[in-house]
Nanobody
Framework: VQLEESGGGSVQPGGSLRLSCVASGYTSKTYCMGWFRQVPGKEREGVAMFNSDGRTQYADSVKGRFTISKDDSKNTLSLQMNSLEPEDTGTYSC???????????????????????????WGKGTLVTVSS
């Protein structure tokens, strides 16, 4: 499975961006997917997660401002980010973990530190800068 992000850029506080992650190399298996953020000098954290059963979970810092969605027909995971704040600056990566019988449930990663082994597949990331 390969994941490729796009949509990052620079925006002023209060602005919006939409990130996309296109997946390729999929099989018929199911995955839990999500968006992660890393700021230099800090550990990577889960921002928004999308479980294979449609449940979503968000870090408290982005609730009400970010929306995660998935389009299976296009193999695309998206993150709509509104009311952006300077604290949202970072490299955003999408990732996927293979599930069997609905496990692991990656929604628990939202708002928590996410080491490499938390997910099976990672994209390279796209940079988001929020600054006036």
């Amino acid at each position: 499975v390969q994941l490729e992000e796009s949509g990052g850029g620079s925006v002023q506080p209060g602005g919006s961006l939409r990130l996309s992650c296109v997946a390729s190399g999929y099989t018929s298996k199911t995955y839990c997917m999500g968006w992660f953020r890393q700021v230099p000098g800090k550990e990577r954290e889960g921002v928004a997660m999308f479980n294979s059963d449609g449940r979503t979970q968000y870090a408290d810092s982005v609730k009400g401002r970010f929306t995660i969605s998935k389009d299976d027909s296009k193999n695309t995971l998206s993150l709509q980010m509104n009311s952006l704040e300077p604290e949202d600056t970072g490299t955003y990566s999408c990732a996927a973990v293979l599930q069997e019988s609905g496990l692991p449930d990656c929604t628990a990663v939202a708002g928590r530190v996410a080491p490499d082994y938390a997910m099976d597949y990672w994209g390279k990331g796209t940079l988001v800068t929020v600054s006036s």
